[in-house]
Each structure stands twice: as C-alpha cells, then as structure tokens.
C-alpha cells in the first residue's frame, strides 16, 4: 500500500496563475482531506469530503475549490494564486471520519 | 481565536530522560484528542489518542495525560530517544468531522 500519495512535491507560481494539487489514496478510505500549514502555525483544514460526490468547505476554503468523483482521488485546486497561499499543503484520508487520519507528504507551494 | 495551543514552540531533553509536551483547550465540545508526530519534508503521522471520558492512556513508551477540568492534556515520553526529536502536534475532534491543531512543539533529543 502506497497510503496517500500527493504530487507535486514542489511548485512555484506566478502571481493569478492556477494549478491542481493531486491527492491520491489507496486504503478505500471514505473520508478525505486538505489541510494547509504555514510556518510555526498548526495544520488548518481548507474542505474535507465524506465520499465520492460530497465535499464541504473547513477552517480556509477561500481561494480553493475541490472536487471527489472517485473513493482514491481529491484534487485541489488554486484558481488565481495569490502570495498568502503560499504554504504546504497536506492531504489526508481516515477510514471512519475519526481523528485517527493518515497524511500524505505535502506539497510545497511558493507562490511569487 | 485558537481554541487548541501549545504554549511551548520548542523543548529540548536529554536521552533517557522524560519528555513533557504541554496542550490546552477552550473548546468544551472536544470529545477526542489526539497527538501527531512530524518530522520534516513528511506528514504528520498519528501517534496516540485519548478519549474525554479517560484521564489516561499509555502505549509503551508514550503516555497521554487528559485534566478535562483544567481544559489540558500532556503527551510523556518515557524514556526520550534522539529519534523522538520531531514536532509533536496536539490535535481536538469532535463530531463535526474536524481535527482542530496545535500550533506544535518542536521536541530535540540530545544524545
């Protein structure tokens, strides 16, 4: 089992440029999510999903939007970049919606 | 308005001594609470929880302290190893469906 798998590793962006963060998860999880982490803070959730179909928004949803049309995949995605998102970004996936969740290994975002 | 804190940003302990790592609440509808250890380029992977209707749980060398009066849990590490120096985040859920963090405490090990 790969577990949760998050690509890129590393990106730089321009200014109102978009991109997608991939989220993958291999555990027939049901519960999926993003989180991002900004230096010396804790993790804050962005939207989190329940099942293929269903997603609401978190802590942080504004600048975002996600999508969950498979059970393995949740994308992110970053419409018109702005510095204040630059972060890392977590995915991550829990098998009853519990707090015991399993993360992926982040994406580093800078956005310039 | 930060309803989990670590007041703590970093702790530093000597191996085979104990390591204490500090957690407060405000929010009294946390029913769960939990600990994550991260080290760096990784993320954080679950290393031990505690129920609101226990005051204690212990998985080796781990042990995970719940004051619900006190609105406080602390997360020891009996004996410390230097490959315990990591990030420890303290995490409350309740059943909303939401983890709500820490801001974190950076534990260093000296050998």
């Known amino acids: 089992n790969a577990g949760v798998t998050q690509t890129p590793k590393f990106r730089i962006l321009k200014i109102g440029q978009s991109m997608t963060l991939q989220c993958t998860q291999d555990m027939n999880h049901n519960y999926m999510y993003w989180y991002r982490q900004d230096p010396g803070m804790g993790l804050k959730l962005i939207y989190y999903?329940?099942?293929?179909?269903?997603?609401d928004k978190g802590e942080v949803p504004n600048g975002y939007n996600v999508s969950r049309s498979t059970t393995e995949d949740f994308p992110l995605r970053l419409e018109l970049a702005a510095p204040s998102q630059t972060s890392v970004y977590f995915c991550?996936?829990?098998?009853?919606?519990?707090?015991?969740?399993?993360f992926g290994p982040g994406t580093r975002l800078l956005v310039l | 308005d930060q309803q989990v804190k670590q007041n703590s940003p970093s702790l530093s302990v000597q191996e085979g001594r104990i390591s204490i790592l500090n957690c407060d609440y405000t929010?009294?509808?946390?029913?769960?609470f939990l600990w994550y250890k991260k080290y760096p380029a990784e993320g954080p992977t679950f290393l031990i929880s505690i129920s609101s209707i226990k005051d204690k749980n212990e998985d080796g060398r781990f042990t995970v302290f719940l004051n619900k009066s006190a609105k406080h849990l602390s997360l020891h590490i009996v004996p410390s190893q230097p490959g315990d120096s990591a990030v420890y985040f303290c995490a409350a859920f309740n059943a909303g469906n939401m983890l709500t963090f820490g801001g974190g405490t950076r534990l260093m090990v000296k050998p």
């Open positions: 991550a996936s829990s098998y009853d919606g519990s707090g015991t969740q399993y």
């Open positions: 929010n009294s509808m946390f029913d769960y």
């Open positions: 999903s329940v099942g293929a179909g269903i997603t």
